[in-house]
């Protein structure tokens, strides 16, 4: 009975994380890299300090990643990563896509169809541009599927319009997927956070966030690695009948960080605006 | 090898003779964990239940005889939990025993009250005897529940009723102990089929969704278990409050369209 028996050994196993330099990203490679997986992370924009990325590996006593520099919106580039993976692997077992690009909206002036066409190309298609490349260059699909997301798409996160108009189509076609690729013993779920101290949670928030938040009210930020250690549980095994589904990994913030929240711990006394709005 | 990751540690399963209860047992046995079971009177062979987990090379279970709507049964299962363990590391809410409705007449008070006493209760009340009891919550709480809060399931109205309170009342759980190293989280799932399934439904009901969905569609006890010790396993320490469906994605999937899709093939 009880099947999975080497769940948490992914020795000889292949993972690719998008956008996995920094941030949740590399939080869940080095999650799958502890297991002794074979992780490639893509990275583009930004300057990921890779020498720190591939001492982090070391120091978790994982294998070392094979870093590639790739646009997830471009063909090419993804066809080029898959193929570096397939000269080592006949399988891809695991593909996370983390990678996300959205422009930041502040009012609604900022609201272009451009804006949101590029949150598409960056945040959403990617899911499916790669599934369908690790097919053909595969032959087959990979085993689990996880994307990433994150509140705002049910509840208003500050300067998120965009970036949430593209997750919940990310999110939609998770269980489109599931549902068309589970014949092929694939599985496509969501792995949804709130807030991760990360360089883009404070590119769309604002430097100031992190701090604020902290201070008024507190206990609400995951860690990258919190949530690598779930991406692993999604593709370990033990899940295989989770599919199509929106997993929720933040300490529980999407039930509790609210008005009403704040207004039973006011004792804190942290909350004390000069006064209400004219 | 399967990681012995839960040696020495104490995990209580309410319902845990049979069905999912015992499935989920079984898979934390196999990873080392000492298993408390609870049923109800007479309702368990023993002897075939341990004789399971020695297959495995598990721990023997204790097993003991509790009914989760009687206080006075929640207070003896914990003082033995203390005498013998003095710990609990994780608690799954599992036995649910709601009445069924198979007409307008079967809809009343006594019967919503006493579902609710019997499928919504026990995981509150369980819950505060470990603090009361041996000092501390479990770290890990599971609480087992289904798809018919949000849509309908045949003689499910009570069920339904009483799953829908646990899972509010879970909510709020995680929000209270949200200081303490505590993490409670629904684990839903749909169509396994047990001996609670054909009693609840009928055995009609499998071979009506068989003419639809082949056996695959089904979920097992074993996968629905693995979900179970997978939210205990440290894996999803940050994961509270939630629920989380272990479906394969069948309910999103589950109505007219599937069938309008295929309809050549089902000769429709």
Same mark, same amino acid.
């Given at each position: ?16 994380? =998008? ?27 930004? &300057? ?74 960056? &945040? ?24 990433? &997301? &994150? ?12 970036v949430a108009a593209a997750k919940a189509s990310l999110e939609t076609l998770c269980r489109y997927m599931n549902q068309r690729l589970r014949e092929h ?36 930020? =995951? ?56 | ?119 919504? *209760? ?94 695959? *569609? ?51």
């Amino acid at each position: 009975m009880t099947a999975a028996k080497n769940w948490n050994d992914f020795r000889g196993r292949a993972v690719l994380v =998008t956008g996995g330099t920094k941030g949740i990203g590399l939080g869940i490679g080095l999650a799958f890299g502890r297991r002794g997986a074979d992780v490639t992370l893509t990275h583009k924009w930004g &300057s990921a300090d890779l020498g720190a990325v591939r001492a982090a590996f070391a120091e978790a006593g994982a294998p070392p990643p094979a870093i590639v520099d790739a646009d997830v919106s471009q063909e090419d580039d993804v066809r080029a990563v898959l193929t570096a993976i397939r000269a080592r692997h006949a399988t891809l077992h695991s593909f996370i896509s983390n990678a996300a690009f959205a422009p930041t909206v502040r009012s609604f002036e900022d609201y272009t169809r451009r804006g949101l066409a590029a949150a598409i190309d960056y &945040s959403t298609w990617p899911l499916v541009s790669h599934t369908k490349a690790i097919a053909e260059i595969f032959g087959a699909y990979p085993r689990y599927i996880v994307a990433l &997301s &994150s509140e705002g798409i049910d509840t208003y996160q500050v300067n998120y319009d965009i970036v949430a108009a593209a997750k919940a189509s990310l999110e939609t076609l998770c269980r489109y997927m599931n549902q068309r690729l589970r014949e092929h013993g694939t599985r496509v779920n969501v792995l949804r956070t709130r807030f991760t101290r990360t360089e883009s949670m404070r590119a769309v928030f604002g430097d100031e966030f992190e701090e604020f938040v902290e201070k008024h009210s507190p206990g609400v930020f =995951t860690e990258p690695a919190e949530v690598g250690e779930a991406a692993v549980g999604l593709c370990c095994g033990l899940m295989d009948v989770i599919g199509g589904q929106i997993v929720t990994v933040d300490r529980g913030a999407n039930i509790f960080e609210n008005f009403s929240r704040l207004f039973e711990e006011r004792a804190r006394g942290t909350l004390t605006p000069r006064a209400g709005p004219a | 090898m399967t990681p012995r990751i839960y040696e020495g540690r104490v995990v209580l399963i309410t319902g845990g003779t049979k069905g999912l209860g015992l499935g989920t047992a079984l898979a934390f046995a196999a990873h080392g964990a000492q298993t408390i079971l609870t049923c109800r009177w007479g309702s368990a062979d023993p002897d075939a239940v341990r004789a399971r987990f020695a297959e495995l090379g598990a721990p023997e279970p204790l097993i003991l005889e509790a009914d989760v709507a009687r206080s006075d049964d929640t207070g003896l299962v914990f003082e033995a939990i203390k005498d013998k363990f003095g710990r609990l590391d994780a608690f799954i809410s599992n036995a649910s025993n709601a009445v069924t409705v198979q007409s307008l007449d079967d809809l009343t008070e006594r019967a919503f009250l006493g579902s609710m006493r019997a499928s919504a *209760w026990p995981m509150v009340e369980y819950v505060l005897a470990a603090k009361k009891h041996l000092g501390k919550y479990p770290r890990h709480v599971v609480v087992m529940s289904s798809d018919g809060p949000d849509r309908f399931t045949p003689a499910y109205d009570f069920v339904a009723a009483s799953k829908a309170a646990a899972e509010t009342l879970m909510r709020y759980l995680a929000y209270r102990l949200r200081g303490e190293d505590f993490r409670i989280n629904v684990l839903r799932s749909r169509a396994i089929r047990t001996e609670a399934f054909d009693a609840t439904f009928g055995g009609e009901f499998y071979d009506f969704l068989r003419r639809f969905v082949p056996d695959e *569609w089904f979920v097992t006890v074993e996968e629905v278990a693995n979900v179970a010790f997978a939210l205990c396993s440290g894996m999803f320490d940050a994961m509270t409050g939630q629920v989380l469906m272990a479906d394969r994605g069948n309910t999103f999937a589950d109505g007219i369209s599937i069938i309008y899709e295929n309809r050549v093939e089902l000769g429709l």
